[in-house]
């Protein structure tokens, strides 16, 4: 595909980029980069398995340009990567680019071809790509998504199995660097970003009809393992309760493991569309 490119943000774990192989196996054949932090000990590592395909960012230079949301001075977060990545694309003179994490083990449709709630795997993603940059540049959101294996816990009853559209984005961005944004909060970046970006009018939106599969977070060392590790989901999640405290709150979340997890209240995080019909009733009562 020309103009376009992914991005693979990764940090610590050369020898476990598992994006790539489930890239490859979902038959992916544009250009792919592999995008580390000049603070990366493993740096050469990456170098040996993937030569060119690396490309490394100033992480002091990003961190001083990026609204981190503390003030702890601990860079081990993926926020930095995040907002690197619309330099790295005008460098490469590529406008429209996909982020991935380095964790996804497949890439899979979650409907089949008779809107059944059936799960199989990708195998053409070249067309789906395709497909997504047709529709993200066809409106005018900031970033485009595909969902996470996790939205569709409940079946058929979950959220993502009743709407075409969701009103995020996580883990897996389309961007434009005709349509530059900032990531901000250090943890917990992607809703406190697409949370307070929407109560200003910028949209972002999740495609439910593909998804990625993943590792559990804390399953894999490296990356931000260590980091939710540190400082568990209680911090993670009152991140964006800070930048959207009127449509943000906590609620406790699972079955056997309780823990702490964000809530967004969709009604007060967005401007609303008025219905014409209102208008006219209100024109009739004059």
Not at 247 to 254: A, T
Not at 266 to 284: F, R, S, T
Request: a positive charge; glycine letters at 8%; proline letters at 2%.
């Amino acid at each position: 595909m020309k103009d376009f490119c992914i991005f693979i943000l990764t940090h610590g774990r050369p020898d476990r980029v598992y994006t790539v192989k489930s890239l490859l196996a979902a038959g992916y054949t544009g250009d792919f980069y592999i995008v580390v932090d000049d603070e990366d000990a493993t740096e050469g590592e990456y170098r040996k398995r993937y030569g060119n395909k690396v490309i490394v960012f100033d992480k002091k230079k990003v961190a001083n340009e990026t609204d981190e949301g503390d003030n702890f001075d601990d860079r081990r977060a993926i926020i930095y990567a995040r907002n690197a990545c619309f330099e790295i694309a005008k460098g490469l003179g590529v406008t429209y680019f996909m982020q991935l994490d380095d964790d996804y083990t497949a890439f899979v449709y979650k409907f089949d071809a008779d809107k059944e709630f059936k799960e199989s795997r990708i195998k053409s993603l070249d067309a789906n790509l395709k497909a997504l940059l047709k529709f993200y540049t066809g409106t005018t959101a900031l970033s485009v998504a595909i969902a996470q294996n996790g939205d569709f816990i409940g079946g058929r009853k979950s959220g993502s199995a009743k709407f075409k559209l969701k009103r995020k984005a996580m883990n897996t961005f389309i961007c434009s660097t005709e349509r530059p944004f900032k990531f901000f909060g250090r943890i917990n970046e992607d809703v406190n970003t697409y949370t307070n970006l929407a109560s200003r009018g910028g949209l972002f939106l999740t495609v439910p009809n593909v998804a990625i599969i993943q590792k559990q977070t804390q399953s894999n060392a490296g990356g931000m393992t260590e980091l939710y590790l540190d400082s568990g989901t209680y911090v993670k999640s009152f991140y964006s309760v800070m930048y959207s405290p009127s449509s943000v709150d906590i609620m406790m979340m699972g079955e056997k493991h309780r823990r702490l997890h964000h809530r967004v209240k969709w009604k007060c995080a967005v401007p609303k569309i008025i219905d014409e019909g209102y208008k006219l009733w209100q024109d009739q009562r004059k």
